[in-house]
């Protein structure tokens, strides 16, 4: 394996991707739980990039991070009795890194046999653009049903939202 940009990158954004998600389930503080997803997934939107899909990295950075990890946030900060949740199962610590060795163990296991000792080369030559994939969700043999049917059902949850949430002496 020869030591270029692309490899240093997908290191980097492991580091970025693992480090999150091991901070987010080890963090007592949900906050700062929260910034760890959003360090995460922020590596998630690397990978995207290393993989040549930079709509999917964008929409990964405005949707995740931008959205949900914003709404957590706000979720958090606006429930002030949440934010201190005591740790009383220490003592499961010894099951969880066994656990953890097992789950390592089995996934060498299954993968080493499947790829033969042996890593994919490079990722497939073709990619496809942002417009391909823009033409490919709005084409009439694309994805129009299924986007109308998202929209119908987004509108009639957020009425419902709207009904459940509203005032009833207002």
């Known amino acids: 394996m020869e030591l270029n940009a692309v490899t240093i990158g997908f290191a980097v954004f492991t580091i970025f991707t693992l480090g999150g998600g091991f901070g987010v389930?080890?963090?007592r503080n949900l906050f700062q739980g929260t910034i760890w997803?959003?360090?995460s997934l922020f590596g998630v939107a690397g990978y995207f990039i290393l993989l040549s899909a930079p709509f999917l990295a964008a929409v990964q950075i405005l949707v995740y991070i931008g959205a949900i990890a914003i709404l957590i946030t706000f979720a958090v900060m606006l429930t002030?009795?949440?934010?201190?949740?005591?740790?009383?199962?220490v003592r499961l610590i010894p099951s969880f890194i066994g656990s953890l060795?097992?789950?390592?163990?089995?996934l060498l296991g299954i993968t080493i046999p499947i790829f033969g000792?042996?890593?994919?080369e490079s990722a497939p030559?073709?990619?496809?653009t942002t417009r391909e994939l823009g033409t490919a969700l709005v084409d009439e043999n694309g994805f129009v049903v299924p986007f109308m049917l998202a929209s119908v059902l987004?509108?009639?949850?957020?009425?419902?939202a709207i009904f459940i949430a509203r005032d009833e002496n207002a």
Not at 101 to 106: D, P, R
Not at 154 to 160: E, R
Request: net charge positive; no cysteine.
């Open 37 to 39: 997803l959003m360090v």
């Open 117 to 120: 000792g042996q890593l994919p």
């Open 25 to 27: 389930v080890t963090t």
């Open 154 to 160: 987004l509108t009639a949850a957020m009425i419902g």
């Open 125 to 128: 030559e073709y990619v496809a």
């Open 80 to 89: 002030r009795s949440v934010t201190r949740i005591k740790a009383r199962y």
């Open 101 to 106: 060795v097992l789950f390592l163990i089995l």
